[in-house]
């Protein structure tokens, strides 16, 4: 039986510290984000090839690490953080006053709550879920590390596990940490989350 595994990292802590930042900013990696990245893959090295998303936050580690590897990096736009409009840039404790009603109504129902200006989460994880599809079908077989944002990891957490769309925000995505995925033509797995390699 031929699996497929996807390791997804998430990104590290970017400069500017905690806020939303959606595909609208794109802060770099810090210091400490780029040491949380570095511990989150330790000496593993099987991976066949590196994805990443398009923002910085992502894409500077991967390039390092595909170089290092001496496998190749693809670069994919689906898998982009989610938008998430006039939050972009507010951190949680600005939103929970100046929008506490929206917050609020987000975090009970993400699906019917959609921030102003924000991508619809349904419209995301679909982004998502066929980007999963894609790769699965693209690279069979193979041990795939994908970079990507919190957003993405929990939209693939839930896709994997056949869990309704509302139930994305249940899961907790750790800078720099690891989620696990195992894929076979029968079944999908979900072997490790937020874990060190």
């Not at 400490?32 to 998303?53: C, H, N, P, T």
């Not at 001496?70 to 840039?89: H, N, P, Q, S, T």
């Not at 980007?131 to 939209?155: K, P, T």
Request: charged share 25%.
């Amino acid at each position: 039986m031929t699996e497929t595994i996807i390791d997804l990292l998430r990104h590290g802590e970017p400069q500017g510290g905690s806020r939303y930042r959606g595909h609208a900013i794109d802060d770099p990696l810090s210091a400490k984000g780029w040491l949380q990245m570095a511990q989150g893959v330790g000496e593993f090295r099987d991976w066949s090839r590196v994805i990443s998303s398009p923002l910085c936050r992502c894409h500077d580690f991967a390039r390092s690490l595909a170089d290092e590897l001496c496998v190749k990096l693809d670069i994919d736009e689906r898998f982009r953080e989610i938008g998430f409009g006039a939050w972009e840039g507010r951190t949680r404790q600005q939103l929970r006053i100046e929008r506490a009603d929206e917050f609020d109504a987000f975090y009970r129902d993400p699906v019917n709550n959609t921030p102003q200006g924000a991508e619809p989460v349904a419209d995301f994880y679909q982004r998502i879920a066929v980007a999963l599809d894609d790769v699965l079908a693209q690279y069979r077989g193979e041990h795939l590390l994908i970079v990507a944002h919190a957003g993405v990891i929990r939209a693939a957490l839930v896709y994997t596990i056949g869990a309704p769309v509302d139930c994305m925000y249940n899961f907790r995505v750790l800078n720099g940490r690891i989620s696990r995925l195992r894929h076979s033509a029968h079944h999908s797995n979900l072997e490790l989350v937020n874990a060190r390699l």
